[in-house]
């Protein structure tokens, strides 16, 4: 298997603030990582996908400008949500790739917005 | 894009019985469909995936089934457990590249 890890495991931040959202893979380097977002009792949706250098590639209806991606390295990936505002509330999971069929997820960061 | 739909949303076995759970894909050029199983505030756990030359996949009590003419496949889990009792969700992926996850299905195994 693999370690990724994500940082921190929870947050409360105020309506118009920004939190950043850290992604690591502990053992491995990850060619590609993924953002997902899952509001309660409710599937994962993929957000983003992101390459080491490169300029992440948004799904549909995501917004590129809310929700910063960096990938500065083979194994930290941040997500940084903007101007956060309680319907941003939610569990955010990355995934981490060694390479197709193989995606390891982190434990999840929770957002609560105030 | 992909759109994955599974069934039922939520479904409650006796220990011992059986359970499955089907999901459908839209895309046909989709060809690894992995299951996860995620309890309350963890991550998802990879349980059994299954490529699409291969029409049916088992690893003791859990087994997939793949129709790719029909875009469907299945997870069938024996002699359930109360410890199987979690969220599942399927996953749809062209290449195992980005997955497309289904609407999650919340199995209750009764004791």
């Known amino acids: 298997g693999a370690v990724v890890s994500q940082h921190p495991s929870w947050v409360i931040c105020k309506s118009g603030t920004s939190v950043k959202i850290e992604c690591r893979s502990l053992?491995?380097?990850?060619?590609?990582m993924f953002w997902y977002r899952q509001f309660p009792k409710q599937s994962l949706m993929l957000m983003a996908t992101?390459?080491?250098?490169?300029?992440?590639?948004?799904e549909q209806g995501v917004e590129k400008d809310k929700f910063l991606i960096n990938h500065a390295s083979l194994t930290l990936s941040t997500l940084t949500v903007t101007s956060a505002h309680p319907e941003d509330s939610s569990f955010y999971i990355c995934?981490?790739?060694?390479?197709?069929?193989?995606?390891?997820f982190g434990p999840g960061t929770r957002l609560t917005v105030t | 894009g992909e759109n994955v739909e599974q069934h039922p949303s939520t479904l409650s076995v006796q220990e011992g019985d059986s359970a499955v759970i089907k999901c459908t894909y839209s895309?046909?050029?989709?060809?690894?469909f992995p299951w996860y199983k995620q309890e309350l505030g963890k991550r998802p756990q990879l349980i059994i995936d299954?490529?699409?030359?291969?029409g049916e996949k088992k690893d003791q009590r859990i087994a997939v089934t793949l129709n790719k003419t029909a875009k469907h496949f299945s997870l069938h889990i024996t002699e359930t457990q109360p410890e199987d009792s979690a969220v599942y969700f399927c996953?749809?992926?062209?290449?195992?590249?980005?997955?497309?996850f289904g609407t999650g299905t919340s199995l209750t195994v009764i004791p």
């Open positions: 995934s981490e790739s060694k390479g197709p069929y193989e995606q390891y």
């Open positions: 053992d491995f380097q990850a060619t590609t």
């Open positions: 299954i490529r699409s030359n291969v």
């Open positions: 996953a749809a992926s062209i290449s195992g590249n980005q997955f497309y």
């Open positions: 992101s390459n080491e250098g490169s300029k992440a590639t948004y």
């Open positions: 895309d046909s050029a989709s060809n690894y």
